[in-house]
């Protein structure tokens, strides 16, 4: 597909999924185990064909510049395929990315030295399967300006959260609301609206064009949904393409993991019996930085009385579980679980080492994390509330620096405890 330039948005602030986001930005936050967020777009432009890609980055890219570097060289620049990433540059004028649309026309001038007829313009935060191919045919076919990837939801989830959208029989879009309170209802079905999943299609004079235009508007957020797509509404061609999951037949698996609710509830659909969403299709593969790593080890405790088993869970190479416990968990790379301790329905990322004796639930542990022995998290305790993150959802996020304070409040409490009794 060398008429299809793929132009990956990467510059967002992940405040939402915050302090996952602290150190790096969302597209490289760790997924399911072996991967980053962002690995399961790129996947699906290569499965589609498409290999001349640019991500356009600006927040805390340095982790997402390292694995985009080790993880996707495969591509040949000599012929006419690549990855790049584009750090904000302030082209044209002094500011940052002031919006979706803004990223894309500061960074006009690297896209018009390629030739190309289309522009495939994605997101670098969700997860879904996707052959953009189709859509590009759909896009086509219809002589469409501009074609946007759509997804029916509940009315519930859109509202304040998605687009929505209006087409009408022929599939052209007749209106757009940019996360609205109020979502629109299908016709004949109230409960459920059109959402747009952040997936485009432009024609190449197309989208320089409303680009260029819209740079020049002083009102605009200068967004895709908010101001490009609305404004071509109404004076141009613009269709709706239905998701269709690579996997004919089964449910349609789409997820905006912008919260860290969103996050977790992703990861946990991929220990499922039969996930819809799978990560061992081996007709669509899900491609990331492959470490040299071992396999990942089984072992029992010291005395032999404790086996170290995980069931219903997803265990990444060079991890170690010697005679504890997980349960419903997502272990990435390098994790060190000891003797006796148990972990229930959480997140563990690359090179965590849990103590011996914790008892975990509900959690996801940053990068480099050592859980202290004895440690009791995500059982509803006080401390849980004083020293993590804790979601609407009731999960927890657990740093270092967060280990920390509950070890100092620990001391605290300790010391005090030995005050009044030596005061009697």
Not at 54 to 67: E, F, V
Not at 69 to 98: C, K, S
Not at 122 to 147: Q, V, W
Not at 185 to 213: H, I, Q
């Amino acid at each position: 597909m060398r008429n299809v330039l793929g132009i990956l948005l990467a510059g967002g602030a992940g405040q939402r999924l915050y302090p996952l986001t602290r150190d790096r930005c969302k597209p490289a936050v760790p997924f399911g185990g072996t991967y980053r967020i962002i690995d399961i777009t790129l996947s699906n432009c290569v499965n589609s064909g498409f290999r001349r890609i640019y991500i356009l980055a600006q927040y805390k890219q340095q982790s997402l510049s390292r694995h985009i570097n080790q993880g996707w060289h495969m591509m040949q620049r000599d012929l006419d395929e690549f990855i790049e990433i584009v750090p904000a540059q302030q082209r044209n004028g002094n500011d940052w990315y002031r919006g979706t649309a803004d990223a894309v026309y500061q960074n006009l001038y690297s896209f018009e030295q390629e030739g190309f007829e289309d522009a495939l313009i994605l997101s670098g935060d969700h997860i879904y399967k996707m052959n953009y191919a189709e859509m590009l045919e759909y896009h086509r076919d219809n002589n469409a300006d501009a074609t946007v990837a759509v997804i029916e939801v509940a009315r519930e989830k859109a509202a304040g959260q998605l687009g929505v959208l209006e087409t009408n029989e022929e599939g052209r879009v007749t209106g757009f609301a940019e996360k609205p309170s109020d979502p629109k209802p299908l016709a004949g079905d109230p409960n459920s609206s059109l959402a747009s999943m952040g997936v485009y299609l432009f024609k190449r004079e197309v989208l320089w064009k409303v680009l260029k235009e819209d740079s020049q508007s002083p009102e605009s957020k200068h967004d895709f949904g908010h101001d490009v797509l609305p404004k071509l509404i109404k004076e141009g061609r613009v269709y709706g393409f239905n998701f269709r999951d690579i996997n004919k037949g089964t449910a349609k698996y789409w997820r905006d993991i912008g919260t860290i609710d969103a996050y977790y509830d992703a990861n946990m659909d991929l220990v499922s019996v039969i996930p819809v969403f799978s990560l061992y299709d081996r007709n669509w593969p899900l491609r990331t930085n492959a470490m040299q790593l071992p396999p990942a080890k089984f072992v029992s405790s010291g005395d032999g009385n404790r086996p170290g088993i995980a069931t219903d869970s997803i265990v990444a190479p060079g991890s170690i579980i010697s005679g504890g416990t997980v349960r419903r968990s997502v272990l990435s790379y390098g994790v060190r679980l000891h003797s006796y301790s148990e972990v229930e329905d959480s997140i563990l990322f690359p090179n965590v080492t849990v103590g011996r004796y914790v008892c975990m639930r509900n959690a996801i542990v940053d990068s480099g994390v050592t859980i202290p022995e004895g440690t009791v998290i995500g059982y509803g305790s006080e401390i849980d509330r004083e020293n993590f993150v804790v979601t609407d959802g009731g999960r927890l996020v657990v740093t270092s620096e967060s280990i920390l304070m509950m070890q100092s409040l620990k001391t605290g409490l300790t010391a005090r405890a030995h005050t009044a009794n030596a005061l009697g």
